[in-house]
């Protein structure tokens, strides 16, 4: 053991009567004064004020297992390695194993207990550990392969055992049993997840759950900081999202050509067909996306002058194309990150450690890596669990200093607005829960799209036919801004007027300062559209009186006042909620619910009122 922890540092009264003082020469003593080098604005100390927080409790309740949730970018390893540091300290543990999902974050993770003077070992693989460190770093994988190698360590000294994005425990029956074998015997565990929910029921290991109202067990954390809290304390960035549709056309494999437009209600599988034939190198969507961020990005660099920008792509293919694509948009050579090996993650770090515009990669960059630059993304995958989302849209909310933006552009797919309209709530992992009636029927496509991928994923970058079908080609138009679970803006071109005023918007700005900017973008925008002849149309391709003159918003409200209308109709008279819909549309006029005007849902919440009297 190192100075650090020696015994003359150890108190004499039990730990609990020492947890303040503890506490203290944890948080003040053993912490670089660079450490963790950015608090919210307004708290003392060197811990942000969740972090302070979370240790507090912790020392009162002295448990053997500990979960903390904290959004993306609240500075979980920060508090973790203070809490390693304390639990050292006082003896209360001799050794330390930190489990982590990534080969890339084993390092990232030794570098940081560094910094406090805990020396973790990231390239530990078996037998005995060199008495000049305080414990290893490993990954889930490993653990897998060897849990009793793991076991014995733990039951050999008392140790503290840290699980980084624990929900990673769940990700297959073996990891979870392997990660119970090995770290069962620690005398203590701590949980880290930023993301505690999974859209499985694979009970993960060491996680408390607790059967709510509904009978349904639920994870439960014992320390939750979640992105409302974190942006209220100016800890992350809040994010803007800008999303786009267009005109998508593919072949199927029978030789059908079919078109659809992005954001349309459609079938899940003709969903998934039109995401991925925008997100196709040969379409036009990618490329005008590509070169929105870029503009989004030169603007943000004007208050952020090293802000860099990260595309995420599906797979190697697609990557190189839009390193390409980068490149000659911008005249500058995108990072280029393939995959989990250490090139890739020197790559990340010298990214990082850059004022270089973009880097491009696949999925590896998607949870935990630190590079707090990163201001500008583009959500070009067509992964689609919550998980992932919320994972993928933290590497861009990390704030270094007051007023910093993100901006994440994404394809107008419904489940992704879902995502972004559902930022600051909490999720928990619910096990026993029923499935819905649509949930399975595409369970074998995603899992055969799963292998294309990981098989895409390889040195090579080759692992055949990914989709069942061909893109044809495709367009982009600028769909809408979605911020604070609000929506903005109306459909525009590509290098028009009013795309260009919402990717000017400045990238230091208060959370309320962005509200009130994007209100008057909004305003203007339909001041102009109803002022402008049909032949100068921006919004899409309608007559001057056809276009919209409300915002995606009221829309929404219009749409949930129908059909709660029509759920209140159900119950009156038992027709099936479709059967409504249908009498209201033959006797009303129009498209699908979804696809209504303003006007036209009105006369439909009109026509329901009416028979209700």
């Known amino acids: 053991m190192s100075p650090l922890f020696s015994d003359a540092a150890r108190p004499h009264a039990p730990a609990q009567a020492q947890a303040r003082p503890a506490v203290a020469a944890a948080g003040q003593h053993h912490l670089s004064p660079a450490f963790p080098g950015r608090a919210p604005w307004g708290t003392a100390g060197k811990l942000r004020a969740w972090q302070q927080g979370a240790l507090d409790r912790y020392i ?6 500990f979960m903390a949730v904290a959004t993306p970018g609240a500075g979980k390893t920060t508090f973790a390695l203070t809490l390693a540091s304390y639990l050292l300290h006082n003896h209360l543990v001799q050794q330390v194993t930190v489990v982590a ?7 990232q993770w030794a570098e940081a207990a560094a910094r ?7 390239a530990y693989s078996s037998g005995p550990l060199s008495k000049d460190y305080h414990g290893i770093v490993v990954t889930y994988a490993g653990v897998g392969v060897n849990p009793m190698l793991h076991r014995n360590r733990t039951e050999a000294r008392k140790t503290l055992v840290i699980m980084d994005e624990i929900h990673h425990a769940g990700d297959s029956k073996s990891w979870g049993e392997a990660c119970f074998e090995a770290f069962e015997p620690a005398a203590r565990r701590l949980a880290l997840t930023g993301t505690p929910f999974r859209s499985d029921t694979n009970p993960i290991p060491f996680v408390q759950y607790e059967a709510d109202t509904d009978g349904l067990r639920k994870s439960v954390a014992d320390y939750t900081y979640g992105y409302g809290h974190a942006l209220a304390d100016h800890v992350v960035r809040p994010v803007i999202f800008l999303s786009y549709s267009g005109n998508m056309r593919w072949r199927t494999k029978s030789g059908d050509e079919l078109e659809a437009r992005l954001g349309e209600p459609m079938t899940k599988d003709l969903i998934a067909q039109a995401w991925r034939t925008a997100l196709a190198p040969q379409g ?3 490329p005008n996306v590509l070169r929105a961020a870029d503009k989004r990005l030169t603007e943000v660099r004007k208050a952020i002058p090293d802000a860099g920008g990260l595309v995420i792509a599906t797979d190697q293919n697609a990557a190189r194309a839009y390193a390409k694509m980068i490149r000659e948009i911008t005249g500058h050579k995108a990072t280029l990150v393939l995959s989990d090996e250490s090139e890739a993650s020197q790559r990340i770090s010298d990214f990082s450690a850059s004022e270089d515009r973009w880097m491009v990669a696949v999925r590896m960059v998607s949870e935990g890596v630190d590079v707090p630059r990163l201001a500008v993304g583009v959500y ?4 689609s669990t919550p998980l992932f989302f919320a994972q993928a849209v933290g590497r861009f909310v990390r704030a270094r200093k007051r007023g910093e933006t993100a901006s994440v552009f994404l394809p107008s797919v419904p489940m992704l607005l879902g995502f972004a309209n559902e930022m600051e709530l909490q999720r928990d992992h619910v096990l026993d829960r029923p499935k819905k009636e649509s949930e399975g029927l595409f369970d074998e496509e995603d899992r055969l799209l799963a292998e294309a991928e990981r098989a895409n994923d390889g040195p090579d970058g080759a692992g055949g036919d990914e989709f069942s079908y061909e893109a044809i080609g495709s367009d982009a138009v600028f769909d809408r801004v979605l911020y604070n679970a609000m929506e903005f803006g109306m459909q525009a071109h590509p290098g028009s007027e009013e795309e260009e005023e919402y990717l000017g918007i400045p990238g230091l700005l208060e ?6 900017l994007l209100q008057k973008r909004q305003s203007r925008q339909i001041q102009r559209s109803k002022s402008k002849p049909a032949e100068e149309a921006d919004l899409l391709e309608l007559p001057a009186e056809q276009r919209p003159v409300v915002t995606h918003q009221e829309l929404r409200d219009l ?7 029509v759920a209140a109709w159900h119950h009156r008279t038992n027709q099936p909620h479709g059967t409504i819909h249908n009498e209201l549309r033959r006797q009303c006029g129009g498209p699908l619910t ?3 005007t303003a006007n036209q849902l009105k006369a439909r919440i009109a026509m329901v009122r009416q028979w209700a009297n």
Request: aromatic share 2%; glycine share 4%; proline share 9%.
């Open 101 to 107: 999902p990534t080969e890339h974050l084993k390092k």
């Open 594 to 596: 979804a696809q209504a």
């Open 380 to 383: 070009a995958t067509s992964i």
């Open 284 to 286: 036009e969507w990618i």
């Open 116 to 122: 406090i003077g805990i020396r973790l070992d990231p």
């Open 559 to 565: 749409r949930k006042e129908l059909n709660g209308l």
């Open 60 to 65: 009162e309740k002295q448990p053997r297992d």
């Open 511 to 516: 959370p309320d300062q962005v509200h009130l």
